[in-house]
């Protein structure tokens, strides 16, 4: 399959990527996983973040106190922590891959194979690394609603809903696949370089020209 914008859909590939990479490690460090309204006092707002939670104060701002332990954190939220590091150094890798194989880059012009490699390899990371950040967003997400709604806990309890960073995982998530797919499939494509298509233009009206004479009576 000819592509006359292969390297516009390659810049686009890393664009997505980048901006994913960012929003996934912004995720990583927001305490805004989860947020908790008191309606005993409605002037604060709890948050719970992989690394702290936080209290929000309408008067006094902002204030976090970090986890004492690793082993006292929930589950969703220990695996969490391990996943969104591997989501960060995953795409980081991904994109270094990525930039080598552009075709943009003049360093290995005769390597085009190398090239290809570099760009599947910089892809499939840049998969894993959206997987890997949807995966534990999710899971916080899946544990939250069933805490929302288990009949167990009283109604006086008041209840953890979801928080800021959750949709920003989800999207740097969405972004990071768009990316890696964007670079795969110019791997499936040709580039259609201009003095080519030049060249086969001037040999069709050649070979026009030569009809034309042969059909002069």
Not at 41 to 64: K, P, R
Not at 171 to 186: D, E, H, P, R, V
Request: hydrophobic letters at 45%.
């Amino acid at each position: 399959m000819a592509l006359v914008y292969r390297p516009t859909m390659q810049l686009s590939g890393m664009l997505f990527s980048l901006l994913g990479w960012v929003l996934s490690c912004l995720t990583t460090y927001l305490p805004q996983w989860k947020n908790l309204n008191l309606e005993l006092n409605e002037l604060e707002i709890w948050t719970m973040g992989l690394w702290q939670a936080c209290v929000v104060q309408e008067e006094g701002g902002m204030q976090c106190k970090d986890f004492d332990s690793f082993l006292a954190l929930p589950p969703e939220l220990r695996i969490s922590r391990i996943l969104m590091f591997f989501s960060n150094g995953s795409g980081l890798l991904g994109i270094l891959l990525s930039g080598f194989g552009l075709d943009c880059l003049k360093i290995g012009e005769r390597q085009q194979e190398q090239k290809k490699r570099l760009l599947l390899c910089g892809g499939m990371l840049l998969w894993i690394s959206g997987i890997t950040t949807i995966v534990p967003v999710s899971w916080v997400a899946h544990s939250t609603v069933q805490e929302f709604w288990d009949e167990n806990i009283p109604d006086i309890v008041p209840r953890w809903d979801f928080g800021e960073a959750l949709f920003v995982g989800w999207l740097a998530g969405f972004f990071l696949i768009l990316g890696g797919s964007l670079l795969n499939c110019t791997i499936c494509s040709t580039e259609v370089h201009p003095s080519l298509g030049h060249y086969a233009v001037a040999e069709q009206q050649d070979q026009c020209q030569h009809l034309e004479t042969e059909t002069r009576p």
